[in-house]
C-alpha cells in the first residue's frame, strides 16, 4: 500500500499523569448516559501515539472513527497527520513534549504536542498556533476555574479576544460578522479550545459537562479587539502591556446578549440579563460597543473608564425585581449574597457587577453608523480575566 | 525517586514527596511504576539551587506547604490497570519504511532503523532458551513491566541481534532487574550509560570484538547487544527523553566489552566476572553504569612501578563528584573501572605482579588530599551538606574509618573505601600501550553480574545458526 493511501494521524485524547486514558474514565461515564449507541467506539482505540489508516478515503474514515470514538464536536475535523501537527509544532516554537498542565475535570495532561493535534483537528492554520497556546495555558490557570466550567449546568464558555496587531495578520474578524461565520481564525482557534476542553479535560457534553442548553459560543467565541475603530486605549495597554505586545484575554462568557443602541440600552440590558448567579458570585463581565457607538461617545469626551463607570452605575436591579428573581426567591436562606449585593439591596438598588473594573470594554463590529453591540453576562468564580502575551518569534 | 514514599504509603501512612518543578513529569511517571500511579507530589516551584533563600522560603510558603497538607490530608484515588497489546498481537503490517516509521513515531524505536519483529524473526530467538516464552525474569522500574523472555527476544530482533545472542540478552534482562543494579536511576540527570562487560566461551562462540577497537561498533555482537539494551530500558523499563529520562547529556549507547581471555589465561589473571563469585571459563556479563572517562595514552615503562603512577594518577583525574559513592551517599559504592590493553597487563603479570596486587598499588597510591576530596562532595557539588569533615564523619560512623585516622586536611585519602573497589579489564589493541578509565555512579547503575544460561544442544543449534 503507498503512503498515499494512508492517513498517519495522532490521537488528539489524553492520558493522565497516571498513564491512565481518560478515555476508560469517559466510557463508563457515556455508557450511564446512555450514549454508547451513538458513540459506539469509546476507549477502543490502539493506546499508543500515532494510528495508520488505510484508504481508500482514509480521510473519512478518520472522520467517522473520531466521531464514533467522542472526539469531536459533531462537525467534521482535519485528520491530525503527523505532518500537520509536525507543522503546527514548528509555528508554535515550544517543544512537543513540554507540560502544559492537567485539564480539568478528568485531568488529561495537556502537552504541546496535544494541543497542536486539536489545533489541526479544529481546522487552524499553523500561525494560529501561538493564539491556541495562549489560550490553553489561560484554560489551565486556576482562576478560570476550568473544573466549574466543564462541569456546571450553565452554559458558560470562553471567551477569546485577541489584542495587537497580530489579529490582522491572522485575518481574525473584529468588524462585521465578527461573532459569526466566515472566518477561518475566529472560527478555528475557538474551535480548538473547545476541543481541548473536550479531548484534553474530558468535558463530553451530556457525560461529564451537564450544562443545560450549552450555547452556540461552544463551537467558537473569539473574536479581535478593532484596532483602527477603537477610539481609546487598547484592551493590552489598560491591562498593563505594550501598544506593540500582541495579547489574548481570556474569560468567561455565559451566553451573547445582543443590544441595539447606546450605554442606556446597555446598561439596561446588563440590569435585566445578569442572572443572580452572576451577583452570588460576582465575576468579570464583557460588553462590546460599536464602532459607530464608540466614536459618538468619545465625540462627547468620554474615557473608557467613563463608560464603564455609567454602565456600572446604570446596570442598577431594584430590590423587588431582584427579590423575585430565581434564586432569592427560590433559595432564600441558604444563599448569602456578598455584601456589595446586600448593601445595593438595603439602598434600593443592586448593579449588574460590584465594581466598574468587572466590565470588560472593546469595541468591533460593522463600520458603518449601526448601533449593534453586545453584553456578556459571566458565570462562576473566581473573577477571571487572563491576559497571556502572544510570543509569535516565527510569525 | 518516590521509594521512600511508595513504601509509607505501602505501609499506611500518608506521604507527600517534594518534587521540583522539572521532575513532576518523572514524578508521576515513576509513581506509576511503583505501583502507586496517584501517589501525592507537592511541587516545589523552579530548581531550589538557583533561588535565594528568601525566595526558596516563599515558594515553599505558598506552593508547596499547601499541596503537602492536601496531600497528608485528603483520600488518594485507586489505581487502575493501563491496557496493553496482548504478546502475539500484530500492532502494524506494511513494508520496512512504513513499519519504521511507526515504531518510531510511537517512541518505540533510538532514531536508527529497527529490523521489524515479525513472529517468525521472534520464534528464531526463541529457539536459543530453554525457558517459555511468558517466563518473567523480572520487574523493571519505572513502567513496573515484566521482563519475559517474549519481550527480550522482541527487542533482540529490532536491534539486529542475531537469535544467537538470546541467552546473553536474557542473562541481561535479569541483571536489569536485579535490584541491586538500581535500573530505576537510569534516567537520572548525570545520564550515566550503561558498560556491558562479558566473559567466558561464549566471546569466541558469538564471534564478539576483544582485541583491538574493543570499544567501538562494528562487529555484530558486541553493536548489537549495546544497542539492545538501551531499546529494552525504553520499550519495557520505560525511558523516555523528555519526558522521565532526565540525563542531561547522556551519550549513545556503549558497546559490549568483551575481556582478551586468551592473554588472561597466559598470564593467569583471573577474569573481570571472577569479581562478582564466577569462575574462568564461565559464560558472565557484568553491567555497570559509568558518566564518562578518558583513554589514557601512552603509559610508559618497563615495570610496574614506573606505569602505575600514570595509572593511578589517571583515576584520580577521571574521580570528581564520583567520591559522593565513596563518602556521603551510600558509601563505598563508587568502583571505577580500569581497562589494560593486554601489552600492559602482561608486562606487569611479567614482573610477578597479580591482578590483586595492582589494585592494591593503586589503591594505596591514588590518592588526594582529604581537604580535596571534601570540595568535591560539599562546596563544589553540596550533595552533602552539614559542614562536617570527613574526619568527623568517621568519628560518627558515617564515613569509612580510613577517613577518620587524622584530621590533617593535607593527608592523603584513597578515592575508594578497599582495593577490590577497583575494578580492571583487559582488553583492546594487543599492542599498544594504551588504557581506559571509566569513572563510576555508585549506587546509581551498581556493578551486578548474571550467568549467561545456555539452552540444551547450545553447540550443533549454534553450528545451525549461520
Redesign the interface.
Known sequence: ?S?AE?L?VLLPTAQ??????ID?TLRTRADEQGMLDRLTQVAAF?????E?VRGPNASGQVNEMFYRRGWTDGLPIVPPT?NRVDAMLRAGGQ???L?LGEADPLKGVVTVEKVAINAVMAGCEDDHMPVVLAAAQALLEPEFNLRGVQTTDENVTPLLILSGSLAKRLHMNSRFGALGPGWRANAAIGRAVRLIMHNLGGGWPAAVAFAGLGQPGRYSLCLAEDEEFNPWESLREELGFAADDDVLLVQRAESVVNVTGGLDDLASVMASATSSFSRLHGGIVAVIIAPYVAKLLADEGKSKADVKAYLHANSMTTTEEFKKSWIPSRLAGQTKFPRWVRAGLEAGWVPAVEKPEDITVIVAGGDIPIPQCAYMPTWGFPSCRIAKKIETASI | MLRASAAAEAAGVPSSSLVCDGF??QG??T??GLGL??LPMAKVPGHVDTQTDNELRDNLTSVTVQAVIENLTAAQPA??M????GVRDV??E??FE?IN??FY???WSDGLPIVPPTRAKVDAFLAFTDLPADHILGKLLPDNRHATIWNVAVNGVMAGCRPQYMPVLVALAEAMADPGYGVEHSGNTPGAETLITINGPIIKDLEFNYEQGALRDGFQANTTIGRWWRLYLRNVAGFLL??NDKGTFGNTWRVVLAENEDVLSKIDWPPHAADFGHSRGDNVVTISRFTGGDVIASVFGQKPEDMLPYLADALISQTGWQLIFTVGMADGSYTPLLVLSPILAETMAKAGWSKDDVRQWLFDNARIPAKKFEQYITEYTNFYSGGRSMFELAQLGKANALYGESQDPDRLVPLVCDPMDIQICVSGDPGRTNAQVFSHNGILGFPTARAIRLPNDWKNKLAGAG
Not at chain 1, 490502539?46 to 500515532?50: F, G, H, I, N
Not at chain 2, 493501563?82 to 497489546?85: A, D, L, N, S, V
Open positions: 500500500m503512503e494512508a498517519w493522565r499523569a497516571s498513564g491512565e486514558w476508560d490502539p493506546r499508543q501515539r500515532v495508520v503527523t517543544q512537543r513534549n507540560v | 513532576l513529569g508521576a511517571t509513581a506509576v500511579p496517584n489505581a487502575i493501563i491496557p496493553e497489546p500492532v502494524m506494511g513494508s512504513e516509521r511507526f513515531e510511537n517512541g523528555h519526558q
